[in-house]
């Protein structure tokens, strides 16, 4: 422990950053003592968050103070994170006046120049209204990247060295901006909440990630490194992220479990979708999407070939565990990805049979029909909206591209 401390405080040679430190450090420990983390586990959001208060210590550990007597540590270690980053967020598109459903038109010539991307297995916008997508650099998902217990054969491999998250202009589909090296092994889901936070998931770590805007370590990690698992504590081949604007989390789990976590915005457990009494049997949830004003968690149930829409459960606990939503025709195939526009879901489905065609529909789920189809694909795998309904993207694993769409 005290070789650990030791190490700690030596990497900052400012005298208040060493001050903030030491606060940070302390409650590093008292951290461990009460969650039961190890001590290593547990530094990381809290160094980055000691940088941010180096000229005011005196602040981080009054407010520490304030949440160990709370006994509410990660809650309020949360609401520290956000205060000083809350932007207007964009406008969402309301459909509620339209006539007919707006119909995604690919845009011509873009990105203008291609990229050698890896497997691009998600999308989701910026603050900026620009596309950032998650991919695999080198490494494919192959039949020996796991074994019949669903742990990953690759670690000793290491992490993917190439930047896994790049972040490209939403005018050519230049790469501008890019991270993420050295720290994922096998990239899956990928969501932005209204905040700007970034939401990730790992199918090989079974872990989901919040990285804040400009943060290096993630501020909440769920599930437990390289550890499969079905207990409260562990995931399995986690595949998405939902964010509703309340700041509470839904994430699909998985490739193995087959069902929703509901999470409070510090990343606490406080519902299990299905749960008695529902009688919603997913395989392979794939995909998330929250249509807040109808209250509704929508699902890319793959394997079941269908879009699934229990109750979110953000207004109110009344109406959980009721029948949900469901869209199952004969057409839509094994469902990859699932995107809200308004009172619409947009979904792309993958390759299933030959009678069936790779392509996407928009679906109301208040009448629970396919209202529409668009696009041809060959194996697309995420989707996503900017906010304000200017743009739509749609990625693939195989090519490894991505489509922008405008709507018409």
């Known amino acids: 422990m005290f070789h650990f401390l030791t190490c700690a405080s030596v990497q900052h040679s400012d005298k208040k950053k060493q001050v903030s430190m030491a606060a940070v450090i302390l409650m590093v420990v008292l951290v461990a003592m009460v969650t039961g983390r190890e001590v ?15 000229d005011n210590p005196l602040r981080l550990m ?12 990660e809650d309020a270690i949360n609401e ?45 916008i910026n ?15 192959t039949a020996e990247s796991f074994n019949a217990t669903n742990h990953f054969q690759l670690i000793a491999d290491g992490p993917i060295e190439d930047s896994t ?35 990730l998931t790992d199918v090989a770590l079974h872990q989901v990630f919040k990285f804040m805007p400009g943060h290096d370590y993630p501020s909440i990690t769920v599930g437990r490194r390289f550890e499969p698992g079905s207990t409260r504590n562990h ?7 939902a964010v509703a604007t309340t700041g509470e989390v839904f994430i699909a789990d998985g490739y193995c479990n087959n069902r929703l976590l509901k999470l409070n915005a510090a990343g606490r457990l406080i519902r299990t979708i299905p749960q008695p009494p529902e009688f919603l049997s997913l395989q392979v949830p794939h995909g998330l999407t929250l249509l807040e004003h109808l209250d509704l968690i929508c699902v890319a149930d793959r394997e079941n070939m269908r879009v699934v829409c229990p109750k979110a ?27 809200s526009y308004g009172d619409l879901v947009y979904a792309i489905n993958g390759p299933t049979a030959d009678m069936i065609p790779v392509r996407g529909f928009t679906i109301d789920p208040r009448s629970e029909t396919i209202i529409d189809h668009w696009g041809k694909f060959q194996n697309p795998h995420s989707i996503a909206f900017c906010p304000n309904g200017s743009a739509m993207y749609v990625t693939e694993i195989g090519p490894n591209k991505i489509w922008k769409f405008e709507l018409v």
């Open 40 to 54: 290593p586990q547990a530094l990381p959001q809290y160094e980055a968050m000691g940088s941010r208060f180096a």
């Open 62 to 73: 009054n407010q520490y103070y304030e949440l160990m007597k709370a006994r509410r540590l």
């Open 80 to 124: 520290l994170e956000q205060e000083e980053y809350q932007p207007e967020p964009l406008k969402p598109v309301d459909t509620s006046h339209l006539d007919s459903p707006p119909k995604p038109r690919a845009v011509e010539n873009w990105p203008h120049e291609s990229h050698e991307f890896g497997q691009v297995t998600a999308v989701s």
């Open 127 to 141: 603050r900026d209204g620009n596309p950032v997508i998650f991919h695999r650099g080198h490494r494919t998902w």
């Open 165 to 199: 998250i790049l972040t490209l202009s939403a005018a050519t589909g230049a790469v501008i901006d890019e991270s993420g090296g050295g720290i994922f092994y096998m990239p899956h889901g990928m969501t932005i909440d209204r905040n700007g936070n970034m939401w």
């Open 235 to 241: 995931l399995c081949k986690p595949t998405a992220v």
């Open 313 to 339: 459960g953000l207004k109110t606990t009344f109406g959980e565990g009721t029948q949900a939503a469901t869209i199952q025709e004969p057409d839509l195939g094994h469902v990859y990805d699932v995107a």
